[in-house]
């Protein structure tokens, strides 16, 4: 079982809301990450969770925030976005963060800031 | 230059044609390589994981992997109104490395 799971698939949301984004994985895996695609683009990297550490950051707005409450959650939550933000959202995981394991996706949130 | 290129088409081909999808690097380093397909909507599927030079194969997906052309190609054989969707390749050193996408169509 590759299995990733994403909750909501679609979220809508005010610039001043605050709401989370979940993720699961039942797989052993000790790497999650977090990635956003806009439209026709390949995922772009936002953060990496390695051992439930904060291991990667690539430099994202603090209105996103990180949160690895064990093995296999993950969570980001989101406060104050701006319409730009709107992208859909995946989380992935790998048995570790190293070169030479696969990263296994999830469905994807599709979020939309208004 | 990029790290990963990749033809984004889109590439339109009838049902049963055999499907040639390719990605050049310009990083040595590279050793792993992933195919991902992605539908509309949808997270990448992980299709295809090669590692350095050589050919895989799996049902009628083949991955092949030229290290000294820094080239990988993925070829889809009689391919299937249901293969049309988005693919993706990807490298990995301390993160993974995508290619833009090549959109492909295969049409009844």
């Known amino acids: 079982d590759t299995e990733v799971t994403q909750t909501p698939k679609h979220l809508v949301m005010g610039m001043t809301n605050k709401k989370s984004l979940k993720c699961e994985q039942h797989m052993g895996h000790r790497a999650m990450y977090w990635y956003k695609q806009k439209a026709k683009k390949p995922p772009e990297l936002m953060f990496v969770?390695?051992?439930?550490?904060?291991?990667i950051n690539e430099s994202v707005p603090s209105r996103f925030s990180p949160e690895c409450p064990n093995s296999s959650l993950l969570n980001l939550h989101l406060h104050a976005l701006q319409p730009e933000d709107s992208a859909l959202y995946l989380c992935?995981?790998?048995?570790?963060?190293?070169?030479?394991?696969?990263?296994?996706f999830g469905p994807g949130t599709r979020l939309t800031v208004t | 230059q990029k790290e990963v290129e990749q033809d984004p088409g889109p590439l339109s081909v009838p049902e049963g044609a055999i499907v040639s999808l390719n990605c050049t690097y310009s990083n040595s380093a590279f050793q792993y390589f992933m195919w991902y397909r992605q539908y509309s909507r949808k997270g990448p599927e992980l299709l295809m994981y090669t590692y350095s030079s050589g050919n895989k194969e799996d049902g009628r997906f083949t991955a092949q992997v030229d290290k000294s052309s820094k080239y990988i190609s993925l070829f889809i054989r009689d391919s299937q109104p249901s293969d049309s969707a988005t693919y993706l390749c990807?490298?990995?050193?301390?993160?993974?490395?995508f290619g833009t996408g090549t959109r492909l169509q295969v049409f009844p």
């Open positions: 969770y390695s051992y439930e550490k904060l291991s």
């Open positions: 992935a995981s790998s048995q570790e963060n190293t070169p030479g394991y696969e990263q296994y």
């Open positions: 990807a490298m990995n050193t301390d993160k993974l490395i």
